[in-house]
C-alpha cells in the first residue's frame, strides 16, 4: 500500500493566487481528515469527510478555504484568494472507522505551502 | 480554546535515560488518547493510544499513562535513543465522532 499521498510536496505562490492541494486516501478507507500544521497552534483539524460526505468543518478558518470529495480516492483543499498567513504545512490523513479510533489515523507527508 | 495542551515545546534527555512528555485535556468527555511522533519532512505516525477505562498502556519502550482526575497523561520512553528525536504531538478523541484533536507538539532530542 502506497499510503496516503499529496501533491505538491511544495508550494510557492503569490498572495491573491488560489491554491489547490490535492489527496489520495488509503484504498478502503472511510474518513479523510484535512489538518494544518503551525507553531502557534499544532495540528489544527480543519475538516473531515466520512464516506465522502463532510461531517464537520467548523475548523475551516474563512470562507476562502473550501475542500471537495468527489470520490472515495480524491479529496482537494483549495484556498481562494491566498494570504501570507495562510503559510503553513497542510496534512491530509485517513482511517479505516471500523477499526476503532484507538488505532489512530495514518497520514500523508504534507504540503508545505508558502505564500508570498 | 485549546482542548489537548502539552505545555513543554521541548525536552532535551540524554541517551540512556527516560524521557516524559506531559499532556493535559480539558474535555472529559473523551475516549481515547494517543501519542503520535513526527520527523522532519514527514507526516505524524501513530506510536501507542489508551482507552479511557484504562490507566497505563505499555508496547516495548513506551508506556502511557492516563490520570483522568488530573486530566492528565504521559508517554514515557525508556531507554531514549538518539532515533526517538522528533516531535511527539498527544491527541485525544470521542468515540462519538472519531476525530482527533492534537496538542501543540513537544520537540524530543535525544542526544549521546
Known amino acids: 500500500?502506497?499510503?496516503?499521498?499529496?501533491?505538491?510536496?511544495?508550494?510557492?505562490?503569490?498572495?491573491?493566487?488560489?491554491?489547490?492541494?490535492?489527496?489520495?486516501?488509503?484504498?478502503?478507507?472511510?474518513?479523510?481528515?484535512?489538518?494544518?500544521?503551525?507553531?502557534?497552534?499544532?495540528?489544527?483539524?480543519?475538516?473531515?469527510?466520512?464516506?465522502?460526505?463532510?461531517?464537520?468543518?467548523?475548523?475551516?478558518?474563512?470562507?476562502?478555504?473550501?475542500?471537495?470529495?468527489?470520490?472515495?480516492?480524491?479529496?482537494?483543499?483549495?484556498?481562494q484568494p491566498?494570504?501570507?498567513?495562510?503559510?503553513?504545512?497542510?496534512?491530509?490523513?485517513?482511517?479505516?472507522q471500523g477499526t476503532g479510533i484507538g488505532y489512530g489515523y495514518t497520514f500523508g507527508s504534507g504540503t508545505r505551502l508558502t505564500v508570498v | 480554546d485549546q482542548q489537548v495542551k502539552q505545555n513543554s515545546p521541548s525536552l532535551s534527555v540524554q541517551e540512556g535515560r527516560i524521557s516524559i512528555l506531559n499532556c493535559d485535556y480539558t474535555n472529559s468527555m473523551f475516549d481515547y488518547f494517543l501519542w503520535y511522533k513526527k520527523y522532519p519532512a514527514e507526516g505524524p505516525t501513530f506510536l501507542i493510544s489508551i482507552s479511557s477505562i484504562k490507566d497505563k498502556n505499555e508496547d516495548g519502550r513506551f508506556t502511557v499513562f492516563?490520570?483522568?482526575?488530573?486530566?492528565?497523561?504521559?508517554?514515557?520512553?525508556?531507554?531514549?535513543?538518539?532515533?526517538?528525536?522528533?516531535?511527539?504531538?498527544?491527541?485525544?478523541?470521542?468515540?462519538?465522532d472519531d476525530k482527533l484533536i492534537f496538542g501543540t507538539g513537544t520537540r524530543l532530542q535525544v542526544f549521546p
Open chain 1, 82 to 96: 491566498s494570504e501570507p498567513r495562510d503559510s503553513a504545512v497542510y496534512f491530509c490523513a485517513s482511517s479505516d
Open chain 2, 66 to 96: 492516563l490520570n483522568k482526575s488530573a486530566k492528565h497523561l504521559s508517554l514515557h520512553i525508556v531507554p531514549s535513543q538518539p532515533g526517538d528525536s522528533a516531535v511527539y504531538f498527544c491527541a485525544a478523541s470521542t468515540i462519538r
Open chain 1, 1 to 79: 500500500d502506497a499510503g496516503v499521498i499529496q501533491s505538491p510536496r511544495h508550494e510557492v505562490t503569490e498572495m491573491g493566487q488560489e491554491v489547490t492541494l490535492r489527496c489520495k486516501p488509503i484504498s478502503g478507507h472511510n474518513s479523510l481528515f484535512w489538518y494544518r500544521q503551525t507553531m502557534m497552534r499544532g495540528l489544527e483539524l480543519l475538516i473531515y469527510f466520512n464516506n465522502n460526505v463532510p461531517i464537520d468543518d467548523s475548523g475551516m478558518p474563512e470562507d476562502r478555504f473550501s475542500a471537495k470529495m468527489p470520490n472515495a480516492s480524491f479529496s482537494t483543499l483549495k484556498i
